[in-house]
Every structure is written in C-alpha cells, then in structure tokens.
T-cell receptor
Framework: DAGVTQSPTHLIKTRGQQVTLRCSPK?????VSWYQQALGQGPQFIFQ???????QRGNFPDRFSGHQFPNYSSELNVNALLLGDSALYLC??????????FGPGTRLTVL | QKEVEQDPGPLSVPEGAIVSLNCTYS??????FMWYRQYSRKGPELLMY????GNKEDGRFTAQVDKSSKYISLFIRDSQPSDSATYLC???????????????FGQGTTLQVKP
C-alpha cells in the first residue's frame, strides 16, 4: 500500500514566478492538508481540503491556493513567489482527522 | 507568544538512556495530541496519538498529557542510535465532538543518541 506521495521532490524558482506542487493521498484517505516547514521550524498549517472544497485555512495570504480532485489528490499553487516562500512543503492525508500521515515533502527554493 | 512551545535542543544522550521530550501550550481548546518523528530531509512520521489527558504506551514510547498544566511529554526508553531525529509535538482543537485536524506544531527537538 503506497503511502502519501508528493511531486516534485525539489525545485528551484525565481521571485515572482508561480509554482504548483502535487500530492497523492494514502489509499482510502479523503482529506488532504498542506503544511509549510521552514528550516529549523515546525510545520505550519496552510489549508485543508475535503470533498473538493477548502474546509479550513491557516494564516497564509491568498497567493497560496489549492485544489482537490475527485480522486482525492491535491495541488498547492503559490503565485508571485517571495524569497520567504523557500521551505519544505508537506502534504498530509487522513480518513479520520485524528491521524494524519505525511508525505516526504517538496523542497522549494526561491532565488 | 507561540501557541506551542518546544525546546529545540539539541539533546544528546548515550545509548540506552531514557529520553524525556516536552511541550507546553497555551490554547485550552486543544484536545488531541500527537508526537511525530522526522528524520533529516524526510516527512514527519506519526509516533503517538492521545486524546485528552492521560498516558499511552507503545513499545519503548510513552506519551503523557496533562491538560490542567497544559503540558505534554514523550518518553523513550532504552534509546537507540536509530532514534536520532527531530521530534515534533503537535496538537489540534475539537469542534463539537470532532477533531478539526488543523495541527499546530512545536518547533521540534533534535535528539542525538550516541553509541
């Protein structure tokens, strides 16, 4: 049984560009949450998707947007990239919200 | 003030030692408490999940939650070099009888277990 997968593994962008990150949840999981983890910090909640809708959102600007597809996979989009957006982006999936399973993350570097 | 405080360490112990990791929090709405382990350049791995106050044991790991003090702990017995990692506490609030699933993390404590 494949766990949570994310793509790409890492990427490099320049300021002002846009990026799309992808996540496939663990089999049978219908909820996907996204987190941003800066170096040396704990992950910070960006938003959560369930039934193709954003159910909750953390304290992130509108430059951060997402989508969930009918197969429960999800995308995170970030527009107008800033240097401060450089981080590890983590996707977590769950069936019940009590236990969330994380993917390996996408490491984004903004130059 | 952060909602969840965790000493970043680093914490260095000899193999076989008992390790104690702790977090404090300020939001009394938190009801669900978790510990994750994260190896370098990997995603967090769920170790322990606890609802409300109390103790939970799983092999060499014991999680404790004291809601009255807003304090949670993770104990690792007979620590091994393979336990060397960053340990993250996380917690979430309830909404009615359900978990919101919005995890608030501590900064993480880096643990090194020396052979």
């Amino acid at each position: 049984d494949a766990g949570v997968t994310q793509s790409p593994t890492h990427l490099i962008k320049t300021r002002g560009q846009q990026v799309t990150l992808r996540c496939s949840p663990k089999s049978g999981h219908d909820t996907v949450s996204w987190y941003q983890q800066a170096l040396g910090q704990g992950p910070q909640f960006i938003f959560q998707y369930y039934e193709e809708e954003e159910r909750q959102r953390g304290n992130f600007p509108d430059r951060f947007s997402g989508h969930q597809f009918p197969n429960y996979s999800s995308e995170l989009n970030v527009n107008a990239l800033l240097l401060g957006d450089s981080a590890l982006y983590l996707c977590a999936s769950s069936l019940t919200l009590d236990t969330q399973y994380f993917g390996p993350g996408t490491r984004l570097t903004v130059l | 003030q952060k909602e969840v405080e965790q000493d970043p360490g680093p914490l260095s112990v000899p193999e076989g030692a008992i390790v104690s990791l702790n977090c404090t929090y300020s939001n009394s709405a938190f009801q669900y408490f978790m510990w994750y382990r994260q190896y370098s350049r990997k995603g967090p791995e769920l170790l322990m999940y606890t609802y409300s106050s109390g103790n939970k044991e799983d092999g060499r790991f014991t999680a404790q939650v004291d809601k009255s003090s807003k304090y949670i702990s993770l104990f690792i017995r007979d620590s091994q070099p393979s336990d060397s990692a960053t340990y993250l506490c996380a917690m979430s609030a309830g909404e009615g009888s359900s978990n919101t699933g919005k995890l608030i993390f501590g900064q993480g404590t880096t643990l090194q277990v020396k052979p």
